[in-house]
């Protein structure tokens, strides 16, 4: 759900991290410490694993030791603002076959929510993530990938050019995503302020979600020094 998945998108990312969404149950968890005990994984800062920390939204994080994996950071989230729950997100998920393993990414609609957050980085992976979507599928796309373009597409050209070919579906979803109306009348100067002020939001949001779960972080770290 991570940098990994940006990668198998087609959105490239250099990651020495693996990020993982996880269903948090105690039968979940303890196949995962088998995992981690494999991996000679270990947990590097608070909080541990634990399936309150899970729930609350908080991630896990973990040093892989073994030779084979060294060094390689794992974090574990089971809970994530503006993401659906575990359930919702497997359903939706995006099997995808490498050689003889078979590996599970988070859905592109919910990675590109995953990674609304108020971290530089992640805007500009949205837009990569999008684009090469759009890119790939062009040609002749199903009303899916349409209506997913117009809802997160963050390039003005890219936005008029959709709408203007998908008119129709494009007013349909200016209700959820009022910047559209600039879309549709080709307006890019207009659009450019508009997706500004969206992320600006979607920061403001991710901060907001984020701060009684860094107190708790930090109530954590107080209690290990003491």
């Keep these: 759900m991570g940098g990994q998945a940006c990668v198998l998108y087609g959105a490239a990312e250099f990651s020495r991290d693996a990020d993982l ?16 005990d494999e991996l000679q994984a270990e947990c590097i800062a608070v909080p541990p694993l634990e399936q309150r920390y899970l729930d609350m939204g908080l991630a896990v994080h973990f040093r892989c030791r073994h030779p084979d994996a060294l060094n390689v950071r794992l974090d574990v989230m089971s809970k994530m603002r503006g993401v659906a729950d575990f359930e919702s997100l497997w359903q939706r998920r995006t099997t995808l076959t490498m050689g003889d393993q078979t590996i599970e990414v988070m859905s592109l609609p919910d990675l590109v929510s995953a990674k609304k957050t108020q971290r530089d980085k992640d805007w500009p992976m949205i837009t990569r993530l999008v684009e090469a979507n759009y890119f790939a599928n062009v040609a002749s796309p199903t009303p899916e990938q349409v209506a997913f373009w117009l809802q997160e597409l963050r390039t003005p050209r890219l936005l008029v050019e959709v709408a203007a070919r998908f008119p129709d579906e494009c007013q349909r979803v200016v209700t959820s995503r009022p910047l559209l109306s600039h879309a549709l009348s080709g307006d890019e100067s207009e659009l450019t302020t508009g997706l500004h002020e969206e ?21 954590l770290r107080r209690e290990r020094r003491s």
């Design 21 to 36: 969404a996880l269903l948090a149950s105690p039968e979940n968890l303890e196949r995962l410490r088998a995992a981690l």
């Design 199 to 219: 992320e600006r939001l979607e920061r403001e949001a991710d901060r907001e979600y984020w701060k009684p779960l860094r107190a708790e972080l930090e109530r």
